[in-house]
């Protein structure tokens, strides 16, 4: 069981807070959802539970079968996708996969010689990042997230940049894989991102009125 735990915790840009005043336990026993439109500050939600952008207040802890983990340590046990996260462009896909499971052990059932043909490009296995579409990213990016062998999966927009066969492909690849995982997703209200959340989370109830 993995959980992450926020204490009066609050996010300000300047004077603009982001959030504030939000205290919960997010555990592997669901999966959640932080909604939000355009500008929201879910993203910055996001990579606050990750651990990425500090809190301007209150307190953010991670522990794993109830021990305590600093936070380098729980880093180690989360993997991370974005649309805007940055790919090496002068690799090729195998390249990618190779050094970034070099980094981040795959997990058991995976073989990550195999990532190209389960991420559905191994017509481009071989071809460098910067020549694949925006939607082949995507799955790249989704494939090496969501195939880590790691307790937390966080998902910004997944689904950003896929057409309908990626999307069904998304969709199912987290049914195979979230089994006693914490997934966190932030979406613009897509149903596609998270039908598989068991709770929600409205960033725009913790901003301040």
Known sequence: ????????????????????????????????????????????????????????????S???????????????????????????????????????FSLKPALPEIDPGEIARITRLEHAADRPVKHLSSGMKQRLRLGLALYSDTAVVFLD????NLDRSGVEWYNETVNDVRKDRLFIVASNHQA??????????????????
């Open 192 to 209: 596609d991102e998270y039908a598989f959340c068991t709770q929600k989370i409205n960033v725009e109830e913790f901003k301040p009125r």
């Open 1 to 60: 069981m993995f959980e992450i735990t926020l204490k009066g915790a609050g996010k300000r840009f300047n004077r603009d807070w982001i959030f504030r005043h939000w205290s919960q336990t997010l555990t592997s026993a669901e999966s959640y959802v932080v909604l939000g439109g355009n500008g929201s500050g879910k993203s910055t939600a996001l990579r606050t539970l990750l651990g990425y952008a500090p809190l301007s207040e209150g307190s953010l």
């Open 62 to 100: 991670f522990s794993e079968k109830g021990t305590p983990l600093p936070a380098a340590k729980a880093y180690r046990r989360m993997s991370f996708c974005s649309p805007y996260l940055e790919l090496y462009e002068e690799l090729t896909v195998m390249e990618t996969a190779r050094f970034h």
């Open 157 to 160: 927009e997944p689904t950003s």
